[in-house]
């Protein structure tokens, strides 16, 4: 056996889960290098060194890919709210500051390649889906932390939906460096205040 033979580093077979955790690292690689209109299936093959047809066996569609990133993303904001929460004081400004900051660190951990992925699924019905989904996630659970600093009374959907709006344009602002991250942090806790304050009064 040569030299040559020896060093070569002998190629793992991954399990199908962690082939799919590769290709999703490998794609974020190419949105945060090169940009979301970069990012192909086949190119995606190419940065992972794997054929074509193992891409498309665990994607199908570019969409489909796109919207995995988007489910990759949401998962980890998940976790990260979590953490937050559960490490956070049992006021009202405990926890409007651990959904405030988690929300704003999670999208500046991502930098600018959450918008281009949204945006390239613009119009998108499996984004459509699938944004809903993670937002009523989202939104329930910044019900039930929140509900219990109104005075017993309920915190309406529209207020709700009104905050994540916020949420989502601060954040953005903030990793287009609009604005500062404290400063979307600040304004987005103000907001939660603000909205649970309005529910408080009926």
């Known amino acids: ?9 002998r190629r793992q077979r991954l399990t199908r889960e962690d082939r799919q955790r590769q290709l999703i690292e490998t794609a974020w690689r190419i949105v945060g290098e090169e940009g979301t209109d970069a990012l192909t299936l086949g190119r995606l093959a190419e940065r ?5 047809p193992v891409v498309y066996s665990h994607f199908v569609t570019r969409s489909g890919l796109l919207v995995a ?11 990260v709210m979590n953490a937050a929460i559960d490490g956070s004081e049992a006021t009202l400004a405990g926890k ?14 991502q930098g600018r390649e959450i918008p281009g992925v949204v945006a390239a699924l613009a119009g998108s019905p499996e984004l459509a889906a699938v944004k809903r989904d993670c937002d ?3 939104l329930e659970r910044c ?3 929140l509900v219990p600093f109104a005075e017993g009374r309920p915190i309406p959907t529209a207020s709700l ?4 709006g916020a949420a989502e344009a601060l954040s953005h602002a903030a990793a287009t460096d609009e604005i500062g991250a ?10 939660i205040t603000a909205m649970v304050a309005r529910s408080a009064k009926g």
């Open 96 to 109: 409007a500051g651990a959904i405030a900051s988690s929300y704003v660190d999670c999208v500046l951990a």
């Open 161 to 164: 939906r009104a905050m994540l």
């Open 1 to 9: 056996m040569s030299s040559l033979d020896t060093d070569r580093p």
């Open 69 to 79: 990133l988007y489910r990759d993303f949401d998962a980890r904001e998940y976790a």
């Open 136 to 138: 009523l996630i989202f």
């Open 182 to 191: 404290d400063e979307a942090k600040r304004e987005l806790f103000e907001t």
């Open 48 to 52: 992972a060194g794997v054929t074509k």
């Open 143 to 145: 019900r039930a932390l």
